[in-house]
């Protein structure tokens, strides 16, 4: 004997499949306003899935949706996250009327501009 072992029918009953698992995952995105969450992705494992980027109030985003890759150990990760998994998020222009409490009253000033987070003088 020459020490070989073969298997017996390797194209049918000494053959092995493999089935790729099922994945649900909170999916974290990069941001320039802080990791975003995505939360119960799902896909398969060595899956390509698009995860939808979530809205912030006051805020546009860059992009609509995101790459991202189903692991074997389940997780899901964004990919490319420096660049096309990373999503930047635009102020928006807002514009609103301000209340400013006195000795006298409030006070209100109208059509007040800005963007979101900004801080402005009124």
């Given at each position: ?26 999916v ?66 807002a ?19 800005g ?8």
């Amino acid at each position: 004997a020459d020490g070989t072992i073969t298997v017996d029918n390797p194209t049918t009953t000494g053959k092995v499949t493999y089935t790729p698992n099922d994945a649900k995952a909170n999916v974290t995105i990069p941001s320039n306003q802080g990791d975003q969450t995505v939360p119960d992705v799902t896909g398969k494992t060595g899956e390509h899935v698009t995860v939808d980027v979530p809205l912030l109030k006051g805020y546009t985003p860059d992009k609509t949706t995101v790459p991202a890759t189903v692991n074997p150990d389940g997780t899901i990760t964004v990919d490319n996250p420096t660049t096309t998994g990373k999503v930047t998020y635009t102020p928006n222009d807002a514009k609103a009327n301000v209340t400013i409490p006195s000795n006298q009253g409030d006070q209100t000033v109208p059509n007040v501009t800005g963007k979101t987070g900004e801080h402005v003088d009124v």
